[in-house]
Nanobody
Framework: QVRLVESGGGLVQAGGSLRLSCAAS?????YGWFRQAPEKEREFLAG????????RYADSVKGRFTISRDNAKNTMYLQMNSLKPEDTAVYYC?????????????????WGQGTQVTVSS
């Protein structure tokens, strides 16, 4: 069983930055960040493998968001730069035991409670 707890969300002006954290209890193979805006489907943003540090990004955030992990702290991060109003959403971390980084929401069986990110214009 893996428990995930996100933190670090908040209100930021457009062009600003935020760093989200995801503290994990337990260990599995792949961790990812997703977001869901009102009336939209949950979308994959980035994923990372815990052992090797391989990463994958959605085109919509590539170059602006960076995923990383600290094995000693059992924590995953999402550094978000150059934020835009359209980045406003609830951000979730997730995990699964697959051997590759999947962008499919249904592939993740562990989810955090989410943290709100609001970007003002």
């Amino acid at each position: 069983q893996v428990r995930l707890v996100e933190s670090g969300g908040g209100l930021v002006q457009a062009g600003g930055s935020l760093r989200l954290s995801c503290a994990a209890s337990g260990r599995t193979v792949v961790y990812g960040w997703f977001r869901q805006a009102p009336e939209k489907e949950r979308e994959f943003l980035a994923g990372i493998t815990w052992s090797g540090g391989s990463t994958r990004y959605a085109d919509s955030v590539k170059g602006r968001f960076t995923i990383s992990r600290d094995n000693a702290k059992n924590t995953m991060y999402l550094q978000m730069n150059s934020l835009k109003p359209e980045d406003t959403a609830v951000y979730y971390c997730a995990a699964n035991s697959q051997l590759y980084i999947d962008s499919n929401t249904g592939s993740y069986n562990y989810w955090g409670q989410g943290t709100q990110v609001t970007v003002s214009s």
